[in-house]
């Protein structure tokens, strides 16, 4: 399209007689050349920002996976601890999925800068035969999974309060509700975690691990307890985690809860094998893969 406009500009402005118009082939060269340029782009549209990051996390799948221990009370309201040989595992994609021992399978279908929830699944491990052998004639409780959902309130990237309501499957078949407060802080290498809850508990969830029926008391030794339902125990936990060389990382991690109201009035807990005070601790040492 320029060179037909400056072929005609240089004939328009050509020494030529006045009034005299410009010779035809000339323009019909300038209107041709032009028709035949290729028309210019459309403008672009802006580009969309990008979205925005809620904190750190991975920017696909990271799979953490090694060896791990952990101690926890041999049932609930007992004095002992049984030593669990269980792997530590801990598989998350971005924001969105995550999977581990301690935090359960879950997924945020609501995923905002403030506010997360979704369902879960919780692992419970019962009591066996053998963790009460001390009590003849009290049921085992089957190992389960708890389902459920979750709502997490989240006021800074590192400050997470959060409600879960689950159902037993199968097990103790109860239905528990925790409220807590996690807070995580980064340093350097190290990674610091800590947190309170506290959990409610229905009247099933009370009587198959708390109660004593009266078959049961014939054979145990304990006297008849009949639980309700109402707020099982107040605790406390955290953890360190240091990164070690290449992609390795150790962690080690405790909790303390506190039995209160009928958990701690039960025959189970006040005997010379219960406590009220439950104890879990445990270490870990992982090796982190990622992947998009």
Known sequence: MTGGLILAALALGAPAPVEEAPPATVIAEATIEAQDQPAPPPPQPPRKPAPLSFGPYPPGWQIDF????????????????????????????????FASVQQGIGYNLINTRHLRAGPILRPEFGRTTRDIAVFPGLRRINFTVEAGGFVAYQPSLFTTL??????????HNGTLADLSLRKIALKGKWTLGYGGRIRFADATYFRNYYGVTPAAALTSG???????????????????SRRLGGKWNGTVFASYSRLIDQAASSPITTSRFGSRNQVSIGAALSYRFRFN
């Open 162 to 171: 959060q409600l879960e309501v689950r159902k037993a499957v199968s097990g």
């Open 222 to 240: 304990l006297r008849v307890y009949q639980p309700g339902a109402g707020l099982n125990d107040v605790g406390v936990s955290g953890f360190v």
């Open 66 to 97: 090694g060896p791990g221990l952990l101690a926890v009370p041999e049932f609930p309201g007992s004095k002992g601890l049984r030593i669990l040989p269980i792997p530590q595992l801990d598989i998350r994609y971005k924001n969105q999925f």
